[in-house]
Nanobody, 116 residues
Framework: QVQLVESGGGLVQAGGSLTLSCVAS????????MGWYRQAPGKQRDLVAG????????NYADSVKGRFTISRDNAKNTVYLQMNSLKPEDTAVYYC?????????WGQGTQVTVSS
């Protein structure tokens, strides 16, 4: 079973950038499709970006296309989310997700707050 630990969240002004990292341990990282989700207060948890096992393909929520980039380094057991041109509506807790054969694993989340 994989364990996930996110980092990199914080407070940033609108227009700024942050890079989130998620380090995996306890299992073979290269078998998991990875994703970043976010959940704002009172709202459901939604997919922000996902990346395939090999990292050759990614998908994004419409709201972040052109601003966010997901990537992974299988040698470092890490997935990243580069977030540029941040907006106040990007404020949320961001969660790392690992998926393998229908099994979902989650990190504890990292808070991102964008001030206007």
């Amino acid at each position: 079973q994989v364990q996930l630990v996110e980092s990199g969240g914080g407070l940033v002004q609108a227009g700024g950038s942050l890079t989130l990292s998620c380090v995996a341990s306890g299992s073979v990282f290269g078998i998991y499709a990875m994703g970043w989700y976010r959940q704002a207060p009172g709202k459901q948890r939604d997919l922000v970006a996902g990346i395939t096992v090999t990292g050759t393909s990614a998908n994004y929520a419409d709201s972040v296309k052109g601003r966010f980039t997901i990537s992974r380094d299988n040698a470092k057991n890490t997935v990243y989310l580069q977030m540029n041109s941040l907006k106040p509506e990007d404020t949320a807790v961001y969660y790392c997700n690992a998926n393998h054969r229908g099994g979902d694993y989650w990190g504890q989340g990292t808070q991102v707050t964008v001030s206007s």
